[in-house]
């Protein structure tokens, strides 16, 4: 991902999915902008993409018409994320969306970059919020 930055990477999933047309099912996602970008890429993506895996974030692009599973995990300890635009972008969601808070969980700790300025103070290490969230993740994508 060029700096390490989705907003500068968008379409770079296409590579993998093509890359391997032996896996059946793709679900894309991301945290904070990059949740975004991930949902940027799954309305121009519908027939390869399955799911959508938003990590503190939400879809600026209108998806609600799409065939497309949805799951939301926010914290409840987060303070970067403007809880005014994620319940403003809600409606760009395609109904039956799944929607999950960590709680104790901060913005920082979906990640492993360390503190973030700006955000509450988790009261989960980020291994427990992280392995809180692989397990969601891995439950939604299982179920068909």
């Known amino acids: 991902m060029p700096f390490n930055l989705a907003v500068f990477g968008i379409d770079r999933a296409e590579r993998f999915i093509t890359?391997?047309?032996e896996i059946e099912h793709w679900y894309v996602?991301?945290?904070?902008?990059?949740?975004?970008?991930a949902a940027g890429f799954?309305?121009?993506?519908?027939?390869?993409?399955?799911g959508l895996v938003l990590l503190a974030s939400y879809a600026v692009d209108d998806i609600s018409s799409l065939p497309l599973k949805v799951l939301s995990i926010t914290a409840g300890n987060d303070t970067?994320?403007?809880?005014?635009?994620?319940e403003k972008y809600k409606t760009n969601l395609p109904e039956?969306?799944?929607e999950l808070v960590i709680e104790g969980g901060n913005h920082a700790g979906f990640?492993?970059?360390?503190?973030?300025?700006?955000d509450g103070t988790a009261t989960l290490t980020a291994a427990e919020q992280q392995a809180a969230?692989?397990?969601?993740?891995a439950v939604f994508c299982l179920e068909r």
């Open 19 to 21: 890359a391997h047309p």
């Open 29 to 37: 996602g991301g945290h904070s902008l990059g949740g975004s970008m």
């Open 42 to 50: 799954a309305a121009k993506h519908v027939p390869m993409v399955d």
């Open 80 to 86: 970067v994320l403007s809880r005014e635009s994620y």
């Open 96 to 98: 039956g969306v799944t």
């Open 111 to 118: 990640a492993s970059y360390g503190a973030q300025k700006g």
């Open 133 to 137: 969230v692989a397990e969601a993740v």
